[in-house]
């Protein structure tokens, strides 16, 4: 299976990358390879795969790039995972742009899931994790990412008749403060 995952060097792409490099062909796309997603996102939709882990974030990217993937794709059994944020449901106490760009490409997959296609868009929304961008946050417990990426392996094994559309994963308690 040829796998791409955005933003593989780091936290949960790195996890994917590792995970998934050990039974598949995966390519990894992030900046310490020559992809920015603030400069265009043409090279980050290039790429031929059965299974797109739309990972990275650049405010708005992950939709530009989930939807020119669908386009160039619809026809095709293949996978899109795009990877979500529960901040997106607004729990926040300040005004938050990055809940603003996971709410949207929430409503990007859900529309792309009602199209009649050959290509699975799933939306896997996250709570927060152990990676470098909740290393300010470590009073707060987090998700072990490799257990993200085992939930992400289960989801691409599904048969493919089963479309798994979205999956909440969040830690219980995750605003209580833990002892450190």
Known sequence: MKIVVTGH??????????????????????????????????????????????????????????????????????????????????????????????????KACTQLQLIDSECKVVHLKLGRMNTPMTDHRKEYPRMDTDYIADTVDWIINQPQNILVKNLTLDIMHSRRKVIL
């Open 9 to 106: 060097t780091s936290g949960l792409g790195k996890s994917l990358y590792q995970s998934f490099s050990k039974n598949h062909h995966v390519i990894g796309l992030s900046r310490s390879n020559g992809y920015n997603l603030e400069s265009d996102i043409e090279p980050f939709v290039a790429h031929n795969f059965d299974v797109y882990i739309n990972n990275a974030y650049y405010k708005y990217s992950q939709v530009d790039i989930l939807y020119e993937l669908f386009n160039r794709n619809k026809y095709k059994c293949c996978t899109i995972i795009n990877i979500g944020s529960v901040s997106a449901d607004g729990n926040r106490d300040t005004v938050n742009e990055y809940a603003v760009h996971k709410s949207s490409l929430e």
